[in-house]
């Protein structure tokens, strides 16, 4: 007997992570963005010609920099940590043989005259795939 219980999609699966690299890119643009609105304007009041390469290169710098504060740092560790925890690693997961022996052992303690009985029917309810 199958249930009609279907898999959450890929996407939704990794909302968080989708939602965080979205912050993520967008923070960066931004950034650039005004960098460039700032740039423009320096180089206007300083009667300085506008070059693509220049601004590049400090905007990289300034980037960096910003990559070093403690700000930042603190952010990733955060950020860091949330998709870690969110997706976790194949070490910090517990195997389904490993819980599945975990709760059949539970089941049996409980009830020891009515887990046998009861562990089959689950077995032809919800066969193994």
Known sequence: MKTNISK????K?????????????AS???HWYFGWKDYVQEQLTHAA???VPDYVAQMMRDTFENWQSEFLQLIWQVV???FLWYCGSPQSKEGDDRREEKLDYIIKQL????????LEEWKTKYPDK
């Open 28 to 30: 960066i643009i931004l």
């Open 49 to 51: 010609p506008i070059e």
């Open 8 to 11: 959450p999609s890929y996407w």
């Open 80 to 82: 860091g940590l949330s």
């Open 111 to 118: 009830d020891p005259e009515k887990a046998e009985a009861l």
């Open 13 to 25: 699966r990794k909302a968080y992570f989708w939602v965080t690299l979205l912050l993520f890119i």
